[in-house]
């Protein structure tokens, strides 16, 4: 069952790799989430709002090209932290248009759609274009999606790791680093195809999980990963089958949903956020453990939890970090209880 | 007294069939047998074996949700009839007196500036704002109130509540992102999805205890219906009892509030609902709303549990979608009667 999975990913990887091999021939004309881009040539400033963005650019060696960030989920990857500390950020959340258009960026790389997008809260893609700074939206976060419905959105089709890889491909065609861009996308490809194989000869047949990301307070129906988005691609990657069925980004569903459904497995997400209890990961493990129903679900008898960073839930380079974390923690069950 | 008895068994049956309802209907399908199963084991001791995902999930989930429901909707009812009644005002519900808007206050200063530094809960956020409101309201409508006049409560709670709303409305902008406030709305709107038992402790003797205030004060309440001078007249102390039924009111609902958000139509349309079919008597007009809101609310929850398969509606939209045609039918119903 993974084995044309993988074959299909490696075949749709190869393609995206080779195609834009050329040096970046400017001005660059770019099709972005339904919008035209042009860039005279490599922006020099650039801004980010949000941390997928932000570290696509960090890993693609072009930090030093940063004059602000926004929107952080996590603490920087370590590696980036040296030089991360002498970028400004310019919100911990979304930041204020002014705040962004103050730097004078040449281009404002978005990770979600209802940040800057037609009901952007911090501008819409024409507010930007009317400046003359050019918006690079992540596909991940519009493709097949519609943004308007459901809290965090609703996905049409299933998230495609390929906008991962597109989006490190076009952001470094408007830099003209393609080779860097091929260099990283291959070692994305390697760390999931290595993923893939730590789970390979585990039977993961009627493996199911449910991945939690916080809840308003405590007890109420939490935010859980639906059905297509990037948390259900990272378990059907693996041959685990999501308990959600919604087909919102976060859908909050029932704990008493949750517990008939009993799942193999918990995913739960740590992140620096504070706004919710449930934010913090201890006191999702502490509910589970107490609840009068929870507790008596198997993933928490057995205790099957897996603790993943808030980001590695995200289209992001650290989603492959986090998929050989749960590759890694799935091969380590014994599934026979 | 036949007649009464007759009454009363009929009343607590009706509670006890929503009630059950509201056990045995829920997001997931349990078998009917393993409800009463549980029920037995819990109430009886009876011993049967049992799934522990399914005995909790009736014990602590569905029996707990449908008592709050039940006790939010009593209680609810009963400060509808109290305001309706006082103020002779039939718009008057349970939120006029800015309640809710100080509750949302309370809990958004909470989840968005960290007061208390986690300590406190949204609950008892909203529950502080609630009653810091209702004061402010209350303080307005006395230093613009002629002794006994209705009209400078309702003015002054309109006031109260349109400034924290606003109030709510700066903090968020000021300091929520846009993810925060939805959080935040949910949990405004009503929920009832959080409820455990400690919920059901403080709930249940909160609407009763309002109840029983009430009924004590019936006569004062009829005395009020024709106006605070017939009231003085008949010789009730009218700013007396006034003050001690409205802050009665008010903390049910700052209760009710905190527990499960602004759950609105209930507290509006119950009380008018039993009018019409009662008669204006509050000794019957009062647990019969009581009864009503809670029955309703009940039933309220387990539609919005069910109507859309694996998603929960929001109970608010359910209480109205469903509550005004019935209300308009009773409506049309009595002018036909006539």
């Known amino acids: ?86 970028i400004e950020r310019l919100a911990d959340n979304e930041p204020s248009f002014e705040s962004v258009i103050g730097k004078r960026p040449e281009l404002v790389a978005v990770e979600l759609e209802w940040v800057v997008g037609p009901q952007g809260v911090v501008a819409t893609r024409e507010q930007f274009d009317e400046l003359k700074i ?33 989006s490190i491909t076009q952001l470094a065609q408007i830099f003209d680093v393609q080779e860097r861009a091929q260099q990283l996308n291959a ?31 405590l007890d109420i129906d939490p935010y859980v990963a639906g059905h297509k988005g990037i948390p259900d691609f990272m378990l059907n990657t693996l041959g685990v089958r999501n308990v959600v069925e919604s087909d919102e980004e976060w859908p909050s569903v029932g704990w008493e949903t949750i517990a008939k459904a009993n799942p193999t497995f918990l995913v739960i997400a740590r992140m620096d956020r504070r706004r919710f209890p449930a934010d913090d990961y201890q006191k999702k493990l502490k509910f589970l453990r107490s609840d009068p129903v929870t507790r008596n679900m198997d993933a928490v008898k057995h205790n099957r939890i897996i603790v993943l960073d808030a980001m590695a839930l995200q289209a992001s380079v650290r989603m492959f970090e986090g998929l050989e974390t749960l590759a890694t923690a799935l091969n380590s069950y014994d599934l026979a209880q | 007294m036949t007649a009464m008895l007759l009454h009363t068994s009929g009343a607590l049956v009706t509670l006890l069939i929503a009630l059950i309802a509201g056990v045995a209907i829920g997001e997931t399908h349990i078998d009917p047998t393993v409800v009463f199963q549980v029920l037995a084991n ?25 008592l709050v429901a039940a006790a939010c909707g009593a209680g609810l009812a009963t ?15 349970p939120y006029l007196l800015g309640i809710s808007a100080g509750a949302s206050t309370g809990a958004v200063l909470v989840a968005l500036l960290g007061l208390g530094a986690g300590a406190i809960s949204m609950s008892v956020g909203a529950f502080a704002g609630a009653v810091v409101a209702f004061a402010v309201v209350v303080l307005l409508g006395r230093a613009s109130g002629v002794p006994g006049a209705t009209g400078q409560i309702i003015l002054a709670g309109i006031a109260g509540s349109q400034l924290f709303n606003a109030l709510t409305a700066f903090l968020i902008t000021k300091s929520a992102s846009s993810e925060q406030a939805r959080g935040i709305m949910f949990w405004l709107l009503g929920n009832l999805s959080g409820v455990r038992w400690p919920s059901v402790w403080l709930a249940v003797p909160v609407a009763l205890a309002g109840l029983a205030v009430c009924l004590w004060h019936r006569r004062a309440l009829d005395a009020f219906t024709f106006g605070a001078d017939s009231a003085a007249s008949l010789g009730i102390a009218v700013r007396p009892v006034q003050l001690l039924l409205i802050s009665c009111a008010a903390l049910v609902t700052a209760v009710m509030v905190s527990i499960v958000g602004s759950i609105g139509f209930v507290g509006l349309v119950i009380p008018h609902a039993a009018r019409l079919l009662l008669g204006t008597g509050h000794a019957r ?23 859309i398969k694996g998603q929960v509606i929001p109970v608010g939209v359910v209480t109205a979608l469903v509550g005004a045609p019935v209300f308009a039918l009773i409506l049309v119903g009595r002018r036909h009667a006539r």
């Open chain 1, 1 to 86: 069952m993974l084995l044309p999975r993988v074959v299909a990913l490696a075949t749709g990887l190869g393609l995206c790799s080779v195609a834009q091999a050329a040096p970046t021939q400017y001005p660059l004309t770019l099709q972005n989430c339904g919008s035209t881009q042009t860039f005279a040539h490599a922006p020099a400033r650039a801004v980010t709002i949000g941390q997928a963005g932000t570290e696509m650019l960090f890993a693609l060696g072009l930090g030093d090209k940063l004059v602000g960030t926004s929107l952080w989920f996590n603490d920087v990857l370590p590696q980036y932290q040296a030089q991360n500390a002498g």
């Open chain 1, 134 to 166: 050019a918006t690079y939206l992540m596909p991940s976060d519009c493709e097949s999606k519609d943004n308007l419905v459901g809290a965090d959105g609703t996905r049409l089709a299933p998230f495609r790791i390929d906008s991962i890889y597109q």
């Open chain 1, 187 to 217: 070692q994305l490809q390697a760390s999931l195809a290595k993923s893939v194989a730590t789970v390979q000869n585990k039977d993961l047949k009627d493996t199911s999980a449910l991945v939690w990301f916080s809840s308003a307070s």
């Open chain 2, 42 to 66: 819990k109430l009886w001791a009876a011993g049967y074996a049992l799934d522990p995902i399914d005995e909790g999930i009736v014990w602590n989930y569905r029996l707990t949700r449908a």
């Open chain 2, 79 to 93: 400060c509808g009839v109290i305001l309706q009644s006082l103020l002779r005002n039939p718009l008057a519900d």
């Open chain 2, 285 to 307: 007009l009062l647990p019969a709303s009581a009864l009503g809101g809670a029955v309703f609310l009940i039933a309220a929850d387990v539609l919005s549990r069910t109507l």
